[in-house]
């Protein structure tokens, strides 16, 4: 079996303030996601990656920059923390897209002061 | 709008009592999956469909395209099983989830 490794588990920031999360991931998968999930809800996509180099805006793209190194690693940028953004964030990915079962990891946790 | 309408919110259950979690979708889906999401925050995959039911335990799953619609049943339920159940669906290229149940099972 494989693992989806996400980091740091809780990241603490300012408003205003540049902030980067990162996820690797050993399945050998095609695809990748982020997810924000806030308090009690569900998840929603903000951006995902269908192989290395690629990027695909989801819903929720404004205000987060994203980039697939290389296969195994996806990394989320938010390019200025603001405090209604705190939230879980979930990395996933899959072997070749939506129409594959999807494998998260455990989140990070930003709170923004 | 919402596509993943997700019912009940939360649903509270006796352990050994059983009861259904339905997601109607007001699209045509080509697939849905099933997460529940633990304490520590954790989702596991518990089903994948592109049609008809599965079984996996005391958990089974039904997608029904045509009518829209996809069920997941639970049956014996055990403490264990506490967390919140997602599913998510996708039309095309995305993946669209649920609000999502919270089940608490009690002694």
């Known amino acids: 079996g494989g693992i989806i490794t996400q980091t740091p588990k809780f990241l603490i920031g300012q408003e205003g303030q540049k902030l980067t999360l990162k996820c690797q991931q050993n399945?050998?998968?095609?695809?990748m996601y982020w997810y924000r999930q806030d308090s009690g809800k569900g998840l929603r996509l903000i951006y995902y990656s269908i192989t290395e180099n690629d990027l695909q805006k989801g819903d929720l793209s404004e205000g987060y920059d994203a980039s697939r190194e290389k296969k195994s690693s996806f990394s989320l940028t938010v390019t200025s923390a603001q405090k209604n953004e705190m939230a879980v964030f979930l990395c996933?990915?899959?072997?070749?897209?939506?129409?594959?079962?999807?494998?998260f990891g455990s989140g990070t946790r930003l709170t923004v002061l | 709008g919402d596509q993943v309408e997700q019912s009940p919110s939360a649903l509270s259950l006796h352990e050994g009592t059983g009861s259904a979690l339905r997601c109607n979708f007001t699209?045509?889906?080509?697939?849905v999956q099933w997460f529940q999401q633990n304490s520590r925050g954790s989702l596991i995959n518990l089903f994948y469909l592109a049609s008809g039911t599965k079984e996996n335990g005391r958990l089974k799953s039904t997608f029904n395209s045509k009518e829209s619609y996809s069920t997941l049943h639970i049956r014996d339920a055990q403490l264990e099983d506490s967390g919140t159940y997602f599913c998510?669906?996708?039309?095309?290229?995305?993946?669209?989830f649920g609000g999502g149940t919270r089940l608490t099972v009690r002694p």
């Open positions: 399945f050998n998968h095609d695809t």
């Open positions: 699209t045509t889906m080509r697939a």
């Open positions: 998510a669906a996708n039309a095309g290229a995305k993946l669209t």
């Open positions: 996933a990915s899959s072997i070749s897209g939506v129409a594959e079962t999807l494998y």
